[in-house]
């Protein structure tokens, strides 16, 4: 029998909520011996579902490495993945790939669009390659979501770099994973392409029910998250709920400012 989730203490999800992934004492090292480096220390996370989550830090905290193993993208030391009910760590290479394939959704800062497909092709391209019909209703939403209605027959040269990122998001979103992971996916993007791109992550969010994880260095970006998780030295040393960029980088420059955490 399935029960619902409610670990309290876990990075501060607690409750009852739904949780989309966690984390229960991860510990992610290379190297042995002398040369060991701990970039996972230990970490107990929840990422509640129906939720935007971003996880900040400085160069070197342990973020995208987080994020990495929690999308089943990177193997872990020690430790336990799951995803919803189903734990990913220990799981063979067929069955990783299958879960990543059906289960979890990916936007990166590269676009990683191909040149000579258009919008719509892109967009339905993992599924083609799954043998996967897409859900017409639900595409058609998603496309009408992120705004691109009147783009899918462009090809990418024919797109500016914030559509083409709205064309990756669309991607991510039209298979209907469980969980979307986002690497800097604002990166590539000046101000205010970045600003629509992450509206639109934010409106599938409140929306369309999506559960989004999203790694950033920018307070901007991470303002549009319902809660902010912060790494330092491998670990989580805190978390906001419903973050302000002022905030956020008040809480960035007190870490600056205190050098390693402890």
């Known amino acids: 029998m399935t029960t619902a989730v409610s670990i309290p203490k876990t990075g501060g999800s607690g409750g009852h909520t739904a949780v989309a992934a966690r984390a229960r004492q991860v510990v992610k090292a290379y190297?042995?011996?002398?040369?060991?480096v701990v970039a996972l220390d230990h970490v107990d996370v929840d990422i509640a579902r129906g939720r935007f989550t971003a996880i900040m830090g400085p160069s070197g905290s342990g973020k995208s490495t987080l994020?990495?193993?929690?999308?089943?993208l990177d193997t872990v030391s020690s430790g336990q993945i799951f995803i919803d009910e189903t734990e990913i760590t220990g799981l063979k290479d067929k069955k990783l790939t299958q879960?990543?394939?059906?289960?979890?959704?990916?936007?990166?800062?590269?676009?990683?669009?191909?040149p000579t497909l258009n919008a719509i092709e892109n967009i339905t391209l993992p599924m083609d390659i799954a043998g996967r019909k897409p859900d017409r209703a639900w595409l058609d939403?998603?496309?009408?979501?992120?705004?691109?209605?009147?783009?899918?027959?462009?090809r990418p040269n024919q797109l500016s770099g914030g559509q083409q990122q709205r064309v990756a998001v669309a991607r991510a979103l039209a298979a209907r994973p469980e969980i979307i992971f986002g690497d800097e996916p604002t990166g590539n993007l000046d101000s205010r392409a970045g600003a629509e791109v992450l509206g639109f992550l934010k409106r599938s969010v409140d929306e369309l029910g999506q559960t989004i994880v999203m790694v950033t260095h920018d307070p901007v970006a991470a303002s549009y998250a319902d809660r902010v998780l912060y790494l330092a030295d491998g670990r989580i040393v805190d978390e906001m709920h419903s973050p302000t960029a002022e905030l956020v980088l008040e809480r960035m420059k007190s870490f600056d400012a205190r050098g390693r955490v402890s």
Do not use: P, W, Y
């Open 31 to 36: 190297g042995s011996g002398e040369t060991r």
């Open 141 to 154: 939403r998603v496309v009408q979501t992120v705004g691109l209605a009147d783009r899918l027959k462009h």
């Open 67 to 72: 994020m990495h193993c929690l999308a089943g």
């Open 99 to 114: 879960l990543r394939r059906d289960r979890v959704g990916f936007i990166f800062q590269a676009f990683n669009l191909l």
